[in-house]
């Protein structure tokens, strides 16, 4: 069956940086897009980040432009979030997301808590 594992969370002061897994098995890693979604406490679950099969085209939420990189390892199966300059309001569990490319079905991780606090 599909499985998403991520990994990396944790606790990081402000400034910091963190950087994410997300291991995939089970599914033909290259056909599918990938992302990064996050949902704090009392909020809705938000896209992050998004890579699509290409390797190449990425999307980002305005909120981390510039801080977050995307990016997967094909040859792997694993998707990464690169996260620098980290704020308090980034803050949240961490969901990776597998979309089956040009439209499909998906599968989601079952998350990862990142807390940024002093």
């Known amino acids: 069956q599909v499985q998403l594992v991520e990994s990396g969370g944790g606790l990081v002061q402000p400034g910091g940086s963190l950087r994410l897994s997300c291991a995939a098995s089970g599914l033909t890693f290259n056909y599918y897009d990938m992302s990064w979604y996050r949902q704090a406490p009392g909020k809705e679950r938000e896209l992050v980040a998004l890579?699509?099969?290409?390797?190449?085209?990425?999307e980002y939420a305005d909120s981390v432009k510039g801080r977050f990189t995307i990016s997967r390892d094909t040859v792997k199966a694993t998707l990464y979030l690169q996260m620098n300059s980290l704020k308090s309001e980034d803050t949240a569990v961490y969901y990776c997301?597998?979309?089956?490319?040009?439209?499909?079905?998906?599968?989601w991780g079952q998350g990862t808590q990142v807390t940024v606090s002093p």
């Open positions: 997301k597998a979309t089956l490319a040009h439209g499909g079905h998906s599968y």
């Open positions: 890579i699509k099969n290409d390797d190449i085209s990425t």
